[in-house]
């Protein structure tokens, strides 16, 4: 029992590279079973989160690979959205900058002795919930033009979250 939301993880790691075969597949409504993949790589990141909290099953494993797992499938699924012509390339880059800077910071924290992790915050998580949402209805239906607004929104949000980790980083850097 203690190693499902680790297990839950490792599934989730292991759809990121499904989702843009499936995406770019021949397949019949292609677009909706890469949903699928998507929603459900959701719905794991959800419920290991639960598992892991409910009866404090935390793990290192969980600790390192559970955010790793949920921004490559953000960025696949990003790229695979840019290279549809979906989502133009400055939210492409700006999000691959934030989540490289923010996995090299996590790791950097993390090797040091006091193993300290960078906490989510209510920006981050508002802002990862509005591009999911975003990122859903653009599978959906991937030229509706409304929704780069809702990409704009979300964008705003993980800038607002990015300095907020900066700022975070910045204060344990300077107290030790």
Request: hydrophobic residues 60%; proline residues 5%; positive net charge.
């Amino acid at each position: 029992m203690k190693n499902i939301p680790n297990i839950l993880t490792a599934i989730r790691l292991a759809l990121v590279p499904v989702f843009p075969i499936v995406y770019f597949s021949n397949f019949e409504n292609a677009q909706i079973l890469a949903l699928i993949i998507f929603i459900f790589a959701g719905f794991t990141d959800f419920l290991d989160g639960y598992i892991a909290r409910k009866f404090q099953y935390i793990t290192p494993f969980g600790t390192v690979f559970d955010p790793l797992a949920d921004k490559f499938m953000l960025l696949t699924a990003l790229i695979s959205l840019f290279i549809n012509h979906v989502i133009p390339l400055w939210v492409l880059i700006i999000m691959l900058i934030k989540e490289v800077f923010m996995i090299c910071a996590g790791i950097y924290l993390y090797m040091r002795k006091a193993k300290m992790i960078i906490p989510a915050n209510i920006f981050g998580k508002l802002a990862t919930v509005v591009f999911s949402l975003a990122i859903a209805l653009l599978l959906l239906s991937p030229h509706t033009k409304w929704l780069q607004y809702l990409v704009m929104l979300a964008v705003g949000f993980k800038l607002i979250a990015f300095s907020s980790y900066v700022n975070f980083m910045y204060s344990k850097r300077k107290g030790t």
